[in-house]
């Protein structure tokens, strides 16, 4: 064996020095979810610094040639006991702040560990220590040394993304403090008794810190609170700052800067040191508010001792700091067998065809993900720090794996998935579908599984003539009828109680008959205002909604968070008696009926400019025998405001104005019936074509060349970016979006580079049928997994998952997984159904 010296030299060139910007993986392994805490450690390669555990490492080596790898393990310390507590282990302290991981927040346990480091020279595996380079020569030991130094004092890349985790009691000092005005007036403060000096009210009293007058706070959207007189009192005077009384203890106190709206005691007589807190601060109430006991213990299933789990199938995932959204829908997803066919069972083979930074390949990760949660290496009992000897009972946490390196990649860009704040797991699932679709434009789409064709019947009352349009969606919205509450009288009574003041009234949830919510969805919606082409005039119309194909897995939503009145996000308390079983078969979309008569696809006539003369009765195209029906010489009038309201929502420019054209300008419910019924038209973001115009579209000339070969350059060809940059008014952005929402209408295109289609440039073979690509059975189903929120908004709270393995249902809870003793299916938020075969 050659000597580690010469070895050293030999691979010296290769060797870098971390320079700022770059990307140092040293917490966890690029293919895997091996850590320094692992066995075998992690190797950092020193020439990309990706980190690769022990099974890659040789890979990595294999297929690069990089020889010099920095070895980095980690040890956890044993942890002292406190001499101080009688056990041990003093009591954990309440949280004071909505925060995970931070000084006041959630505990999140600190690990001590002790960390080694050393460079191995591959494939031999030659070890060097820091003191084995005090022998070598000078340009070996400075090269390799500061190597060394740099990636140990570089931020990871895992920490740089998580410096700053959301934090919902973050206090800045107000710009007023520092010099703030404080009259002497005389005023001095009692140690209780406080009231609103306007309307007498005894609770949420605020003082402002200039002129000493107590106010009542704010009014809720529930109408708790106050009367927002402390906030009057600002707005007449100028008098920025206040803090709320009852919150003043030696630590401090709630105050507030209303002139910032962000969230000096002796001048009024008050003693800090003696003051005992008699009301609840504003982030205890937060706190108190999203921590509904009820809710929160029976989801997580509280009560019960539940069975902890190992093995493959149930590996736990840490939470990243409100990452427990993630967490529940991928632990769900990969129980579809078409994502583990997908992702898993070819794993080796993505790895060995992933790209040289595999930290930022989709497939790559998203199979790193599922392997890791299906492989069972990382379901192991996590280390109680207890008790270093492990006599101690396990308490069902996991090592499991910290799905960091997935999450930056799947959030990167996003303005919401790529915080650390909490998030929506219904809009995840759908962000993590549209990422499938994106990625799998070649061989299989496990995003399948899921598609579903929607058909939607349009009945005009007055003609009795039907449109029927189809549109592909990814689940069931199922709205929440709390009219039809079974428990009315309960509620009413809770409610009676409530308002009359009584502190013991029950909460009580209302009851929802699944039926209930499943007849809202079906019953025919009545539109009125809808453009009849059949009658050229506004009338009444139905609309039902049917299904045109059942998919493999069914998810269906309950639309449990709504807006109040004042816009105020808030969720419904409802339990809904869910089903192990559905039949939908009922639901079925049949099509057009025998004998039905479709209305006809005629534009209304166009509102014409009043100061522009027209030419003969109905208008002409150069001659005056040519009596056409429309005069392309004359431009419609369409309603600048209803355009604007389209455009506000999201839609296209062009889209927007089709819609106000094609209802006739009769406003902006027609309009949006109108795009509701066209949005998967493969012109609906095209440029408006009056009637007997040529195509308005753009010639190619006049189309941005840089904008033609980025879209080219993602591996589309020249004609489809041109289609997606004629359609979006050549918008490099709104092209890119509507390309990948037009996937399925481009391969069906199929255009090449020579302006030829695939079928006739290989001799006249039939294209594929256009349109989405759906599966479809039978629509007979049966629950496999829901996911549940606990907390007031999608914007907070916690979610956990149950999901059904070999007859057993199992509660994922980030880090624990368990055997469930009572799932509460009455209580979750998104619902999995699979189809039974027949």
């Not at 060139?13 to 910007?21: L, M, Q």
């Not at 960390?115 to 070890?127: C, G």
């Not at 306007?198 to 003082?207: K, P, T």
Request: proline share 6%; aromatic share 8%; glycine share 8%.
């Amino acid at each position: 064996m050659a000597d580690v010296g010469e070895v050293l030299m030999s691979v010296l060139s290769t060797i870098r020095v971390p320079k700022p910007g770059d990307r140092v993986h040293k917490d966890e392994c690029a293919l895997s979810f091996s850590s320094p805490e692992s066995e075998g450690g992690l190797y950092v390669c020193m020439n990309s610094f990706l980190g690769f555990g022990r099974q890659y490492v040789e890979r990595h080596h294999a297929r690069t040639g990089q020889r010099a790898y920095f070895h980095i393990t980690r040890t956890r310390k044993a942890k002292e006991d406190d001499s101080n507590s009688g056990s041990g282990h003093p009591p954990k302290k309440k949280p004071t702040r909505l925060a995970i991981g931070i000084e006041g927040g959630f505990d999140v346990e600190q690990e001590l560990y002790e960390e080694d480091y050393k460079v191995v020279i591959l494939p031999d595996r030659q070890e060097v220590t820091s003191d084995d380079l005090a022998t070598m020569p000078d340009v070996v030991r400075e090269r390799v040394s500061l190597s060394m130094a740099g990636i140990m004092s570089a931020d990871s890349v895992s920490h740089a993304l998580q410096v700053q985790q959301w934090d919902g009691e973050l206090r800045q000092e107000s710009r007023h403090a520092p010099e703030l005005k404080q009259l002497d007036n005389g005023v001095k403060i009692p140690p209780s008794g406080w009231r609103c000096e306007v309307c007498d009210l005894q609770e949420n009293i605020w003082m402002n810190l200039t002129d000493g007058k107590m106010m009542c706070g704010r009014r809720y959207f529930d109408g708790s609170g106050g009367n927002n007189h402390a906030l009057l009192h600002f707005q007449q005077t100028g008098f920025p700052i206040a803090v709320k009384l009852g919150t003043i203890t030696p630590d401090g106190g709630d105050v507030y800067s209303y002139d910032e709206d962000d969230m000096h005691l002796a001048h009024f007589g008050i003693n800090m040191m003696t003051m005992e807190k008699t009301e609840r601060t504003m982030t205890e109430l937060e706190i108190a508010v999203n921590q509904r006991v009820g809710e929160w213990e029976v989801i997580q299933e509280s009560g019960t001792t539940l069975r902890p789990l190992f093995g493959p199938g149930v590996t736990g995932m840490k939470n990243l700091g409100n990452s427990c959204y993630l967490n529940s829908v991928m632990q769900v997803l990969f129980t579809v067998p078409d994502f583990q066919q997908k992702y898993v069972s070819n794993i080796d083979k993505i790895i060995d065809e992933a790209p040289s930074d595999p930290t930022q390949d989709f497939k790559t990760q998203v199979a790193k993900l599922g392997y890791g949660l299906l492989s069972g290496d990382y379901s192991k009992p996590a280390p109680d720090p207890a008790d270093e000897t492990g006599a101690s009972e396990p308490r069902g946490d996991q090592i499991g794996i910290a799905p960091r390196m997935f999450k930056a990649l799947i959030g990167r860009g996003h303005p919401e998935f790529s915080t650390n704040r909490q998030q929506d797991a219904q809009e995840f699932l759908l962000h993590f579908i549209n990422m499938v679709e994106r990625n799998c434009r070649t061989g299989s789409n496990p995003s399948e599984a899921f598609r579903f064709l929607v058909e939607e019947r349009i009945v005009c009352q007055q003609s009795q003539k039907a449109k029927y349009t189809q549109r592909v969606d990814y689940m069931v919205q199922l709205p929440v009828q709390m009219d039809q509450a079974t428990n009315t009288e309960e509620l009413q009574e809770a409610e009676r109680r409530r308002e009359e003041g009584d502190s013991s009234a029950p909460t009580v949830r209302a009851q929802i008959p699944f039926t209930a919510c499943m007849a809202a969805l079906n019953e025919p919606e009545v539109l009125t205002d809808f453009w009849s082409s059949a009658v050229q005039s506004k009338t009444t119309a139905t609309k039902t909604t049917r299904f045109a194909s059942f998919p493999d897995h069914l998810v269906i939503q309950i639309k449990k968070f709504t807006f109040g009145l004042d816009w105020v996000p808030k969720k419904l308390d409802v339990s809904i008696d869910v089903p192990d079983t559905l039949d939908l078969s009922a639901l079925r979309a049949t099509g057009q009926q025998p004998g039905e008569e479709l209305l006809p696809e005629v534009a209304p006539p166009p509102l014409m400019t009043p100061d522009v003369e027209v030419k003969g009765i109905l208008g002409f195209h150069g001659n005056e025998e040519d009596d056409s029906l429309y005069s392309p010489l004359l431009s419609p009038v369409l309603d600048d405001s209803t355009v604007s309201q389209l455009c506000e929502m999201g839609f296209p420019l062009e889209a927007c104005r089709k819609a106000v054209y094609y209802t006739g300008n009769t406003g902006i419910d027609a309009a949006m019936n109108w795009i509701m019924g066209h949005m998967d038209d493969a012109d609906f973001a095209s440029p408006l074509v009056m009637p007997g115009c040529s195509s308005g579209t753009t010639p190619t000339e006049s189309l941005s060349e840089e904008h033609l070969a980025t879209i080219v350059s993602m591996g589309f060809s020249r004609d489809q970016a041109t289609k997606a940059l004629r359609a979006t008014s050549n918008v490099l952005d709104r092209a890119v979006d509507w390309i990948f929402s037009h996937l399925d209408d481009l391969e069906s295109m199929d255009v090449s580079e020579g302006g030829r289609s695939a079928a006739e440039s290989e001799g006249g073979r039939e294209p594929p049928p256009p349109g989405p690509r759906v599966k479809d059975g039978p629509g007979k189903y049966e629950l496999f997994a829901f996911i549940s929120h606990m907390g007031t908004s999608t914007m907070c709270g916690h979610y956990v998952c149950h999901i059904k393995k070999d007859h057993q249902w199992v509660i994922f809870n980030d880090q624990k997984v368990c055997a469930s003793e009572k799932p509460p299916k009455d209580l979750g938020y998104l619902y999995f159904y699979r189809r039974v075969s027949e």
